[in-house]
Structures are given as C-alpha cells and as structure tokens.
C-alpha cells in the first residue's frame, strides 16, 4: 500500500472507536440530587462533546480528564428538564467520533404520577396486563422500572390524552405470580 493512500484510510469518517457512556451513581435519579455522566473514548481525544435529545449541548463540552480517554458531565440539582436521551462523541485529530450507544437519564420522585393497571389489576398466570402511567404534568418520555433494578425495563414516548393528561401505556406480560405492581 502507498502511502498516500494509508493516510487517507486513516482519515475516513467511521474509522474512530465509539465511546462509552455511563451515568453515576446511576441513570435513574431522584429529583433534586447529582449526578455525573462520564463519556469514554480514545487517548487522543481532544475534546468530548454531551447531545441531549439528538441536540449538541456544545456549552457541556468536556476537556479530557488527564491522564485518560475520559470526561465527565455533572449537574448538582437534577430537575424534570434533565431527564432524556444522552450520547456523547469526542473530537480527535482525525475528526468528530460517531455517537454513543444512548443513555436514557430518568428523574425519579419529579411529580405525582399515577400508575394503574388495565383492565384490572388482577390477572391470571400467564395473561397479559396494560400499565398506565400517567400525569397532569408534561413528559416526552415515560420509563417502567422494576423495583431493585438500576436499569429502564421500557421506556416509551408520552402520549396526550382526551383528559388533558400526559400518559403511556406499557404491556406487560405473559404475568407470573412473582410479579407485582405496587
């Protein structure tokens, strides 16, 4: 192979690793507390960069921590506004990465929401039940978590409904007897 056309291999777009992207101490957290979300790419990364939603939040630029591949992101005071769809890339002398895989960062305890079951929370073993998760307040996205876990099991895009209420509707199923909605 030439030269020249080495260099070039080197400088096609896709060429750099993915990052990384984590949230700490998790990406479910209660309204009002810290969180720091960390981006992890390559050593020669100049620049990370934090998107929200699909929009560059260019402002939360980070300088990688030195030594490392790393940087991070905090916020002290978690609201309904940072809840969303996280990804990350960093800038190399080659040019911009491709994103990250997302993070789906989740406010808990933000405002009463109502959870109720449909069309009764009494289901037979191996049936199928709708979750409604609604509120007065508005919501682009709705996540269903099962207790003790750290991790979204569902995440949905709210719906407006006829009672001037933002929802989402989760199934859920086939139910075993261990499965419980409280």
């Known amino acids: 192979m030439t030269p020249t056309l080495m260099a070039l291999l080197c400088f096609l777009p896709g060429t750099l690793p993915k990052p990384t992207i984590w949230a700490e101490p998790s990406s479910a957290i209660p309204w009002g507390t810290s969180v720091t979300i960390w981006c992890q790419g ?105 207790e003790g876990e750290r991790q979204p099991s569902s995440t949905l895009d709210s719906q407006r409904a006829p009672s001037v209420q933002f929802q989402a509707l989760f199934l859920v199923g086939p139910v075993t007897p261990s499965l419980r909605v409280g």
């Open 42 to 146: 390559s050593l020669e990364a100049q620049e990370y960069r934090l998107l929200k939603n699909e929009g560059d939040l260019g402002r939360l630029g980070g300088t990688p921590l030195e030594p490392g591949d790393k940087a991070n992101f905090s916020t002290t005071y978690m609201t309904d506004g940072s809840a969303g769809r996280y990804h990350c890339r960093y800038l190399s002398p080659t040019g911009w990465s491709e994103l990250s895989d997302p993070l789906e960062l989740v406010v808990t305890g933000a405002s009463p929401l109502r959870l109720s079951a449909l069309p009764s929370p009494v289901v037979a073993s191996g049936g199928n039940v709708t979750l409604k998760c609604a509120s007065w307040m508005t919501f682009y996205r709705f996540v269903l978590m099962k």
